[in-house]
């Protein structure tokens, strides 16, 4: 059954409408977002789906077919940041669209007559895939239309970031958020994350005879672990250190000379991620604009590299992912998102995606790794409204 043929089971009448957001991966530039750098994540085929019908007595009811927990209901006047734990936690997950709302609220938007939401996604979830992002940017579509707030994608994509920062209390930056509200099918999209100016650069894998694909090593990242805020706080205090306000006003060309004003061992190694991950991104563009796609492999290979030895975010299995995919005749190769687990991505020929799909398998089996799980990241469209 649909999704909203699924709202009408469980609430008794029919929805409103019916809204989709997408999961993304990211092409190239990590980290970079809360260092107000460059970013060009794409949007996956896999989407959340929420059909929502608006209420008028204040009241939220939340409802998702991928968790086993009943209706939540809350009163929108109510909802105060971190007032829902979010954790693995069956009612937790509650606290990303219930986010949403607040965070429209605390904006004066008019939303306080409420909603009834049920949703169901094709995001993995906890991959990196940015599922949770999925399901913040699709509330906050579906809310944006039915209350006529008017809010552009931007916008809307600003709103979830807070409500995941300060209702649900995961410190992310915006990329994910602006990915799933933005991308369009058949490009990246380049995020400048100071200003949230963004371009849509073609990125028409088929049309080149290649493939992306995303190699999920059902490793749980644990971002809340520490680690996140641990790095962010190191790019902060390197900025300080070198004046500026973020490391995104480090020129590429100024690398050395910044390098050599920091005494610190993992200062410097963080900060060489950051700037040295702005230029690949700029690298990045440079060589898709110019049509020369397949150039773009060995550059998401350093960029591996960099958040292996430098920001040292990965984990033996997204290292072997990308060994694997480089042995195996890929073109390029790196762990994307937020590390320790998660996904990687390899760029690949198209002739050489089953083959290089069979060695990372079989390297994962002789590991004594849990098999990850492989499919192609065709771009995609962003959040819109399906009915
Ligand atoms: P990621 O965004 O990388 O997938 P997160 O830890 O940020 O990982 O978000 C995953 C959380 O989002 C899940 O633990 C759950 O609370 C929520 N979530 C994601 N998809 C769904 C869904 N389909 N139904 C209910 N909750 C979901
Ligand atoms: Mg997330």
């Known amino acids: 059954m649909d999704v909203a043929g699924q709202f009408a089971e469980l609430y ?5 409408g019916v809204w989709s957001a997408p999961g993304r991966v990211n092409l190239i530039g990590e980290y970079t977002d809360f260092n107000e750098g460059f970013v060009m994540p794409l949007a996956l085929p896999h989407t959340a789906v929420a059909a929502v019908a608006l209420r008028t007595d204040g009241v939220l009811r939340l409802h998702s077919a991928d968790i086993d927990a009943p209706v939540a209901e809350l009163r929108v006047e109510e909802l105060t940041p971190l007032s829902l734990s979010a954790g693995a936690g069956q009612g ?21 007559g409420g909603a ?8 993995p979830t906890g991959a990196g895939l940015s599922s949770s992002a999925a399901l913040e940017v699709v ?44 991308a369009t099918e058949g490009h990246a999209l380049h995020l400048d994350c100071r200003d949230l100016t963004t371009r849509q650069v ?11 694909l995303v190699v999920d090593t059902r490793v749980k990242h644990e971002l809340g672990d520490g ?36 005494t610190d061992e993992k200062i410097r190694r963080y900060v060489r991620h950051i700037v040295s991950d702005d230029h690949r991104v700029e690298q990045v563009i440079g060589l898709l604009d110019a049509g020369e796609v397949r150039a773009i492999g060995p550059v998401l290979t350093e960029g591996h590299a960099s958040l292996r030895d430098d920001l040292r975010i990965s984990c033996a299995e997204l290292d072997l992912v990308v060994s694997c995919a480089d042995t195996a005749g ?14 990687a991505i390899v760029l690949v020929e198209e002739a050489d995606a089953e083959p290089v799909t069979k060695s990372i ?22 959040a819109r409204r399906l009915a």
């Open 12 to 16: 008794g009448y029919e929805p409103d």
């Open 92 to 112: 937790g997950w509650a606290a990303y669209p219930a986010g949403v709302v607040w965070a429209l609220r605390d904006a004066g938007h008019a939303v306080s």
């Open 116 to 123: 009834d939401i049920h949703l169901a996604s094709t995001v």
């Open 139 to 182: 509330t906050a579509l579906a809310l944006n239309d039915l209350c006529e707030l008017g809010l552009d994608a931007p916008r809307l994509a600003v709103l979830a970031q807070r409500a995941e920062n300060a209702f649900v209390g995961v410190p992310c930056g915006v990329m994910d958020q602006m990915a799933s509200a933005c």
């Open 202 to 212: 073609p990125f028409d894998l088929a049309a080149h005879g290649l493939r992306l």
């Open 227 to 262: 680690a996140y805020a641990e790095r962010r706080a190191g790019c902060e205090e390197g900025a300080r250190i070198l004046g500026v306000s973020h490391l995104r006003d480090v020129q590429y060309a100024q690398l050395p000379a910044a390098l050599a004003k920091l």
């Open 330 to 343: 890929a073109i390029g190769a790196r762990m994307t998102g937020g590390g320790f687990g998660g996904s």
């Open 361 to 382: 398998l079989e390297a994962f089996t002789a590991a004594g790794f849990t098999a990850p799980r492989v499919f192609p990241a065709v771009p995609s469209a962003g």
